[in-house]
């Protein structure tokens, strides 16, 4: 198997992961909300997140700006490590998860910059 095949299946899983998680903020919006009070993160910030979620995935698919690209990397990144940290704190064991997405994120980032740049990736 080629790196740019291996970009796409683990961009793929990646992606489904942040799409998943977007859904469930507009689908379950009241629990989400409930959850996120509970570990003392503000409920507005659930619609603006799953909104950053998709436009993230957008901007890594449709390739059309590297900077938007790249922000969107960075934020899933960052979405990844606080989440993690939320539930480790919080004991729920969803820490796996997050751990599991930031993986992603990183491998995803770094295939990136190997398949399509033909450069020494950042990562």
Do not use: C
């Not at 291996?6 to 992606?15: D, E, G, R």
């Not at 930031?102 to 020494?120: A, N, T």
Request: aromatic share 18%; charged share 15%; net charge positive.
């Amino acid at each position: 198997m080629n790196r740019k095949t291996i970009y796409y299946i683990v961009t793929a899983l990646m992606s489904a992961l942040f799409l998943f998680s977007a859904s469930m903020y507009f689908i379950k919006y009241q629990e989400i909300v409930t959850a996120f009070e509970g570990w003392g993160w503000p409920g507005w910030l659930v619609y603006p997140l799953a909104i950053a979620k998709i436009l993230g995935v957008i901007a890594i698919w449709t390739r059309k700006s590297k900077v938007l690209k790249e922000w969107a990397y960075a934020g899933f990144f960052f979405d990844a490590i606080l989440a993690t940290a939320t539930h480790f704190i919080a004991g729920d064991n969803g820490q796996w998860m997050a751990i599991g997405a930031g993986v992603l994120v990183i491998i995803s980032r770094w295939l990136d910059g190997q398949v399509f740049y033909k450069r020494e990736s950042i990562l």
